[in-house]
């Protein structure tokens, strides 16, 4: 009988319920280097030194307190608690943590800047602006936005 094995899984057995809404984020750690695009369809974590383009579009990029970017970020949320040089474009909110660095524009519907934190750019709040989508063209389109003047 099949109610026996799940019995026996007890209740600290990981579910495989297909249903699940806990999203882990990609991780890139301390000891890495990277030079170039990051592009992809999932929430992210930076801990390394990126130098180039980071968009993840309609996910989470979270950028951990020993992290160095020098880079054009695009994504739906941003929670920056490390060092970042370069445009922030994200289409939910942004959020600087205290002892962050930002030097850079930002674009985003939402923000929020803690005391302590470091910026240095334009803020444009934009609630109506197009909403860059979660494929890899959109993605790629939006991060090379041509600057209008």
């Given at each position: ?10 209740p ?5 319920a297909?249903n699940?809404?806990?999203r882990?984020p990609?991780y ?5 280097s990277?030079k170039?695009?990051?592009?992809g369809?999932?929430?992210?974590r930076?801990d390394?030194q990126?130098e180039?383009l980071?968009?993840?579009g ?5 950028v951990?307190a020993?992290a160095r970017?020098?880079?054009?970020i ?7 608690s490390g060092?970042?040089i370069?445009?922030v ?7 600087i943590k205290?002892?962050?660095s930002?030097?850079g524009d ?18 444009e709040i934009d ?20 600057e209008?003047?």
């Amino acid at each position: 009988m099949q109610p026996q094995n799940d019995a026996q899984r007890g209740p600290s057995a990981p579910s495989s319920a297909p249903n699940s809404n806990v999203r882990t984020p990609s991780y890139l750690g301390p000891s890495l280097s990277i030079k170039g695009e990051i592009t992809g369809d999932e929430d992210l974590r930076l801990d390394s030194q990126v130098e180039g383009l980071v968009s993840i579009g309609g996910f989470r990029l979270t950028v951990g307190a020993g992290a160095r970017v020098a880079a054009e970020i695009v994504a739906r949320e941003a929670i920056i608690s490390g060092e970042v040089i370069g445009d922030v474009r994200a289409s939910d909110r942004i959020e600087i943590k205290k002892n962050a660095s930002v030097v850079g524009d930002l674009c985003t519907a939402r923000i929020m800047i803690e005391e302590g934190s470091y910026f240095k750019g334009t803020v444009e709040i934009d609630s109506q602006g197009p909403q860059i989508g979660t494929d890899l063209n959109s993605l790629l389109s939006g991060a090379k936005k041509p600057e209008e003047k």
